[in-house]
């Protein structure tokens, strides 16, 4: 993998931009939420076109560290679902802070009161046994949820003659969900569920349209319009938690 440095117009500042090279007709450049910037081309592109075109974009490169940088201020302090499991820690769901109770229990068990989340263990010292846990409790408490929104969303496809489609969660990296058509099957992120729940709606009927037109094309964004006018706003405070 290539490596070579840009400087920004603004701050003057070095930064190093990774090429990928792969199998594709476009170059796309991306400044990833951790401040990485990335360029994709195709394999044969010159070295001497790459950095041009990188020179002309380095303005809209440094704004989009700085965006990245406000975002990662902004949610400094905001609870989300943590790596490390312990007591009295806060935790996001449906954008809601909860805060957690680990106990010593004759059996393990989750359930929540109120805005505390509690999580009885044989074990409470073994992080994986409290991990276990917990995310047994997000997954069921998720799925029902997810369930719920996209029931108040099928009409959406219903009536074209889609079916109902089965739900899963799976921890990834860099989406919110994706979908299988021919599988009749979405995925949502498991940390989706940390966000607000007008949010996870944006998540929901954004993959059940794909069921109708599998790409994003501009029938499939004036469909979701149609039916949701704020998507917009909504896809940016995801980004912005991201």
Known sequence: METIKISLPE???EIPVRIDR???KNCRLKVHGDGIVSCSVPGRTSMSWILTFLKE???WVEKKLKEAEQRKERFADRPVCPQELTDGASVAFLGESL???????????????GNVLFLFCREPENPDQVRKIFDLWW???GLEFLYHRTD??????KKYGIPYPRLFLRKMKSLWGSCSVTRNKITFNFYL???EADCIDYVVLHELIHFRYPNHSREFYAYLESLMPDWRERKNR???SS
């Open 139 to 141: 997954r069921k408490r």
């Open 22 to 24: 792969k199998r594709m």
């Open 99 to 113: 805060t957690l109770r680990i106990e010593k229990g004759n059996k393990n068990r989750a359930f929540q009161e």
């Open 11 to 13: 701050s003057g500042r």
């Open 57 to 59: 974009k380095a303005g």
């Open 238 to 240: 995801l980004n912005q």
């Open 152 to 157: 108040q969303w099928y009409f959406s496809v």
């Open 193 to 195: 569920l940390s966000q």
